[in-house]
């Protein structure tokens, strides 16, 4: 039993960067699939995209600090330098997606998903897999109750309007 232990933690060990790019991208696909069934403008793909490309920038952010530090004596990498780049180009992303029309904003959830995704990736790439699937099955639990709050909130407001209107037409 010891020889297949080590022996899966020998293939882990070599291919965990492979493994950390398809949990990514699975968990990609799954934020993706939760925005797509409700018909947002960003979907499987968008989302999918961005949490692979975030893993695979920060394997190769944190990956480069070891191949290159000792090139150069005396140089100093900071492994989390281009990770700390796809936030502002989250934050790019993320604007293209929000729409205003007079009072009315559309696109604010689709953005800050997006953030989150590549918040997936980074978390992935960087090898810490308990605290972000813990965290994706928490935000999944807190959306779907504040999605039944605003629906009985819009639901209470809707029938304080028709109460309003029939007191009116009395």
Do not use: C, W
């Not at 900071?78 to 009072?103: E, H, N």
């Not at 790439?125 to 972000?132: L, N």
């Amino acid at each position: 039993m010891e020889h297949i232990v080590t022996f899966f933690t020998t293939i882990f060990a070599q291919y965990e960067i492979y493994i950390r790019i398809l949990i990514s991208a699975i968990l990609g696909l799954l934020i993706g699939f939760d925005r797509t069934h409700k018909h947002k403008p960003a979907g499987v793909k968008t989302y999918t995209f961005v949490t692979v490309a975030s893993a695979l920038i920060t394997i190769v952010s944190i990956e480069s600090v070891e191949m290159y530090s000792h090139l150069h004596n005396r140089t100093m990498m900071d492994p989390m330098r281009l990770t700390a780049q796809i936030v502002s180009g989250l934050g790019f992303l993320g604007a293209g997606l929000i729409m205003k029309s007079g009072f009315e904003v559309k696109g604010l959830t689709s953005a800050a998903m997006i953030l989150f995704a590549g918040g997936v990736g980074i978390g992935i790439g960087a090898g810490f897999y308990g605290i972000v699937i813990f965290t994706i099955i928490t935000v999944f639990v807190f959306i779907r109750v504040g999605g039944l709050i605003e629906k009985l909130e819009h639901d209470r407001m809707h029938a304080s309007e028709k109460k309003d209107l029939s007191a009116l037409n009395k």
